[in-house]
């Protein structure tokens, strides 16, 4: 075509300019979109985030608020390092932790890997099994204390049902050697399905043509199981121990409802602990700092975790 | 696959591991049945020993779970006029008067309005956020995924501090606008990474198709993107709504009365003397079903939501 400068331009500027009216540029697009977003994060996530870290190096009491603050530097977070009480709490939670996972790992694989053998109706099964885990913990805890009655529980009943243990001679929820284990198991019963569902997508994701080869070679079952299917659905495990271990670090609403710490302090997990301190004795400043430790003792686990997490992968 | 297999387990294999399933999931759903049978019990059937399996079925849960009531005198009761209801018998037939209605409808209502409010601007923003990450270079697109897993750490009760004063300063304490603006900012992260993951599985070329057709990028944003997302922008909000209707620990510590949503509600209900376990579990069969329904309407995005998007199949 023999279009002139002149002509191409005359055309273009009146198309660029209309467009100019009729849409925003991808630019102002972008900023208009995310905007919004960043100052709800802001406004809800980073702001409290920074002033907890404020409020950890003050005596602030929120139940108190035109009493005169004071500066006390560290000695928040001394105070807390140094307390026997806390590393008790800090104790329950390990052991809640440690059994959780343990469990949640050992019966969450079995089922994925038995739901595996793609037995008729395993699509109907992996539904129902995963109903727990969405339901409110806060409303399921609390109905699990009706199941743990002694005498009319149902737990207790079945308890006494196979192995003869007579249900009104124990309570799991009273007893100071059996809470810690009543809470293990609520927990276990509601979020072994969520490890179940990552390791089952792991298994799904192994590739028929690897134990087609294993055949081949003549490698048993075990040694397939142990050389192939452990190592490929590991990070995938990995992954849902993060998860959990993460959730059940700050694990609240399902254990409060249950047993709210007791008997004495058995199941004091820290996040109770820290609700304790901050809404019932009301030493904000106090137990702002003991927030910050919490967070941080994740935020450092998580992330070393992360990078053993990335280097599995990686093989 | 072929005919025959050699990955294809036995059937005496599928067998056993079906058998075994099915024993799990019998277990497992054990405390659920028993909340929704120990609903439609009477008081004395759900607490006798041992527990019952077989029982009448009885309103009295659900009656007293939407009721205030009273113990009255002979007396009174003979003087009553005959129940003209099913609801007026069941409680006379207790030897009790309603007072007033209860505050669990009242309560329930909040929780439909905060989730629902909660996710309704957590899907607006979390879409426009997401298309933006999506298709543009935003500054701070890689550490959305760390973020929101930091985010996550944070023990809900630490953040309550801050929020709890900041929300009095603000007269937002106890509101239904200051549970949704909370719920979006916690859901918020989460909802913009799920939407970003479903946006790019869709193909750039049919924006570009459409830029080329002389839409705006807005229209093509809109008439484009935004009917190709639409299932994934759908499980999304789900996961908000479960997640909003879910919540405790916030509910429980900032919420008391106007706002208050059913989850740290449904444990202080009390009868006449006691705890009332069939009107509890009247409330906690009401308040979980509809989440069990979004469940299995969900379950093939169910991965996605729970791991924040780190598992996609």
């Known amino acids: ?315 | 696959m072929s005919a025959w297999s050699v990955t294809e387990p036995s059937a005496r294999s599928k067998g056993i591991a079906a058998v075994l399933v099915i024993l799990y999931t019998v277990i497992t759903l054990l405390p659920l049945v028993w909340i929704i049978a120990t609903g439609f019990k009477t008081g004395p059937d759900s607490i006798s020993y041992p527990p019952k399996v077989i029982f009448e079925p009885s309103l009295e849960g659900y009656v007293n779970l939407f009721t205030d009531r009273t113990r009255a005198t002979p007396e009174q009761l003979a003087a009553m006029p005959p129940p003209e209801n099913f609801v007026d018998e069941i409680v006379q037939r207790r030897g009790e008067v309603i007072t007033q209605p209860s505050k669990f409808g009242e309560r329930f209502l909040n929780s439909v309005i905060i989730g629902f409010g909660s996710t309704f601007l957590s899907i607006f923003l979390g879409t426009l956020a997401a298309y933006a990450f999506s298709r543009f270079r935003v500054p701070l697109k890689d550490d959305l995924l760390f973020f929101i897993l930091s985010t996550r750490m944070m023990p809900p009760i630490a953040v309550a501090i801050p929020i709890f004063l900041m929300f009095r300063q603000l007269g937002l304490s106890d509101t239904h606008l200051g549970m949704i603006l909370l719920y979006t900012g916690v859901n918020i992260s989460l909802a913009v990474w799920l939407l970003k993951g479903f946006i790019d599985e869709i193909p750039r070329e049919y924006e570009e198709a459409a830029l080329i057709d002389g839409y705006t990028r807005l229209q093509a944003f809109r008439k484009v993107v935004l009917p190709q997302a639409a299932t994934g922008i759908a499980s999304t909000a789900i996961f908000c709504l479960i997640f909003a209707w879910n919540e405790y620990a916030f509910a429980f510590l900032l919420t008391s009365g106007t706002a208050q949503t059913a989850p740290p509600f449904i444990p202080t209900i009390f009868g006449v003397g006691g705890k009332d376990w069939p009107a509890v579990a009247a409330g906690a069969t009401l308040f979980l079903l509809p989440v069990m329904i979004f469940t299995i309407l969900l379950r093939k995005h169910l991965l996605r939501g729970i791991t924040f998007g780190a598992v996609r199949k």
Request: proline share 5%.
């Open chain 1, 1 to 315: 075509m023999a279009d002139s400068a002149i002509d191409r331009l005359a055309r273009a500027t009146p198309s660029s300019l209309a467009r100019r009216v009729r849409g925003l540029s991808d630019r102002a697009i972008a900023w208009v979109f995310v905007t919004p977003t960043i100052l709800l994060l802001l406004a809800i996530n980073i702001f409290p985030l920074i002033w907890t870290v404020r409020l950890s190096f003050t005596n602030f009491a929120a139940n108190k608020p035109n009493a005169e603050v004071k500066w006390v530097g560290l000695r928040n977070y001394t105070r807390i390092l140094t307390d026997p009480d806390i590393w008790q709490t800090m104790q329950a939670t390990a052991h809640f932790l440690f059994w959780t996972l343990l469990f949640q790992v050992v019966i969450g694989f079995s089922l994925a890997w038995l739901i595996n053998r793609k037995f008729r109706g395993n699509d109907l099964l992996t539904t129902l099994i995963v109903l727990p885990m969405m339901l409110s913990p806060a409303v399921v805890g609390n109905f699990w204390t009706f199941l743990y009655e002694p005498q009319i529980g149902l737990f207790n009943y079945a308890v006494e049902f196979f192995t003869g243990i007579p249900a009104s001679s124990f309570s799991m929820l009273g007893s100071v050697t059996l809470a810690p284990w009543s809470i293990v198991i609520a927990d276990t019963w509601m979020w072994t399905p969520f490890v179940m569902l990552i390791c089952l997508a792991g298994l799904r994701s192994i590739p028929d043509y690897i134990y087609e080869a294993a055949e081949v070679d003549r490698a048993s079952k075990w040694r397939q199981f142990w050389t192939m299917t452990v190592p490929m659905v590991l990070p995938f495990l990995m992954l849902a121990v993060l998860f959990r271990g993460i959730e059940n670090f700050k694990m609240f609403d399902l254990v409060v409802q249950l047993t709210g710490g007791g008997p004495g302090s058995t199941t004091l997990l820290t996040s109770i602990e820290l609700k304790r301190e901050a809404f019932e004795k009301w030493r904000t400043g106090y137990s702002s700092a003991y927030a910050i430790i919490l967070f941080v003792t994740v935020f450092g686990l998580a992330s070393i975790y992360v990078k053993a997490l990335n280097k599995v992968k990686e093989r």
